[in-house]
C-alpha cells in the first residue's frame, strides 16, 4: 500500500474506516470495490450511495502521480457491473504535458481494462476540465453518463458538455467500451507480444486505424496491459502505453520495476505510437529498448 493511501485511510472519519480498512488493506486490493462490497459499506455506514462515493474520493486521489503541477486529482467510474474503480492523474517529468493522464482517464481506462462495458457514472472530486468531458463523449455510455461532484447536485455528462460533438459528427458507429473486439493474431510470438495483441484488439482508433496495444513486464514477472483510446476531437486520445501505467499505479506497482514493454500496431494505421512511447519509457529512468511489431 502506498503511504498516502495509508495516510488517507487513517485520517478518514472512524464510522468509515471501520468498514473500509479491512477491504483496502487487504493484500489482494486493486483500488477497485465490487459491487456487493459498496452495498454492504452503504448499510455498514449509514451512508447514501452519494455521500459514500464522495466520502472514497481521498483514497481514489492518494493514487495521484503529480510532480509538476502538486495537484491531486481523483475520480471513481462505475462500471456497468456496479464495481466502482479508483482512478488519479499521472504526470511525467521531462515529458511533454499532453503526456499526461486525467483522473477521469485514469478511472475510465482502469474499469475497461478489468472488462467493463461502459461506464454508469463518475464520481470526481474536481469539475471535469473540457479534455475530460470530451473524452468521456467518446464512451458507449455517453448519452447515460452522469457525472457527481463534492457539493453538487449529480448532473449528466450532457449537461456538462452541451451541442457536443462525437463520434455521429464523423460517421463513426464504434464507441469506447463498447465490446466489438478485432481478432489479429500471429502465429509466432512470446507472451508479452501475445498479450500487446490482445490489448489491440480491444483498442479503439476509429479515426486513424491505429488500434494498437502495449503490454509491461515488471521484474516480479507480474503483466500489465494497455490499449489505445482514440478520440473524436483527436487530442483527448489516450495512449495504450499510459493505460498499462495506469493498471500498474491501481496495483501499486512502482514504474521503475518495469523489465520490458511490447508495443504492437497496424501497418495500415495513419499514425505511430512507436517514437512517442520509447519517449515516456525514457523519461521513466527505466532504460528500455521498446519491444516493436508492426501487424
Given at each position: 500500500m502506498n503511504k498516502q493511501l495509508q495516510k488517507v485511510l487513517n485520517e478518514l472519519p472512524e464510522n468509515i474506516a471501520i468498514y473500509l480498512k479491512p477491504i483496502v488493506e487487504?493484500?489482494?486490493?486493486?483500488?477497485?470495490?465490487?459491487?456487493?462490497?459498496?452495498?454492504?459499506?452503504?448499510?455498514?455506514?449509514?451512508?447514501?450511495?452519494?455521500?459514500?462515493?464522495?466520502?472514497?474520493?481521498?483514497?481514489?486521489?492518494?493514487?495521484?502521480?503529480?510532480?509538476?503541477?502538486?495537484f491531486c486529482v481523483g475520480a471513481i467510474a462505475r462500471g456497468l457491473s456496479g464495481h466502482l474503480y479508483f482512478g488519479a492523474n499521472i504526470e511525467f517529468p521531462d515529458a511533454p504535458l499532453g503526456q499526461s493522464v486525467h483522473a477521469e482517464q485514469s478511472a475510465i481506462s482502469h474499469a475497461w481494462m478489468k472488462g467493463e462495458q461502459g461506464i454508469q457514472d463518475i464520481t470526481i472530486n474536481y469539475s471535469p476540465c473540457g479534455h475530460c468531458r470530451q473524452?468521456?463523449?467518446?464512451?458507449?455510455?455517453?448519452?447515460?453518463?452522469?457525472?457527481?461532484?463534492?457539493?453538487?447536485?449529480?448532473?449528466?455528462?450532457?449537461?456538462?458538455?452541451?451541442?457536443?460533438?462525437?463520434?455521429?459528427?464523423?460517421?463513426?458507429?464504434?464507441r469506447l467500451m463498447d465490446n466489438n473486439p478485432l481478432t489479429h493474431t500471429i502465429s509466432n510470438g512470446d507472451e508479452l507480444l501475445n498479450k500487446a495483441i490482445a490489448a489491440l484488439n480491444i483498442s479503439h482508433a476509429p479515426y486513424s486505424g491505429n488500434y494498437c496495444g502495449i503490454a509491461i513486464m515488471l521484474n516480479d514477472?507480474?503483466?500489465?496491459?494497455?490499449?489505445?483510446?482514440?478520440?473524436?476531437?483527436?487530442?483527448?486520445?489516450?495512449?495504450?502505453?499510459?493505460?498499462?501505467?495506469?493498471?500498474?499505479q491501481m496495483a501499486g506497482k512502482d514504474f521503475s520495476t518495469i523489465s520490458s514493454v511490447a508495443l504492437v500496431e497496424l501497418k495500415s494505421g495513419k499514425i505511430s505510437h512507436q517514437s512517442s512511447t520509447q519517449s515516456v519509457l525514457d523519461t521513466l529512468g527505466v532504460a528500455i529498448t521498446l519491444d516493436y511489431l508492426e501487424i
Open positions: 487487504n493484500q489482494d486490493f486493486y483500488a477497485t470495490i465490487s459491487a456487493p462490497q459498496f452495498e454492504k459499506l452503504i448499510k455498514q455506514t449509514g451512508l447514501s450511495d452519494k455521500n459514500l462515493r464522495l466520502a472514497l474520493l481521498p483514497l481514489a486521489a492518494s493514487y495521484s502521480i503529480s510532480p509538476i503541477s502538486n473524452f468521456m463523449n467518446e464512451l458507449s455510455t455517453a448519452q447515460s453518463l452522469m457525472v457527481q461532484l463534492p457539493e453538487q447536485d449529480e448532473k449528466s455528462l450532457q449537461q456538462y458538455l452541451p451541442e457536443s460533438f462525437g463520434p455521429k459528427d464523423l460517421n463513426i458507429n464504434s514477472k507480474s503483466v500489465y496491459c494497455g490499449a489505445y483510446a482514440e478520440n473524436a476531437a483527436f487530442n483527448p486520445s489516450l495512449p495504450a502505453l499510459q493505460v498499462a501505467l495506469i493498471q500498474m
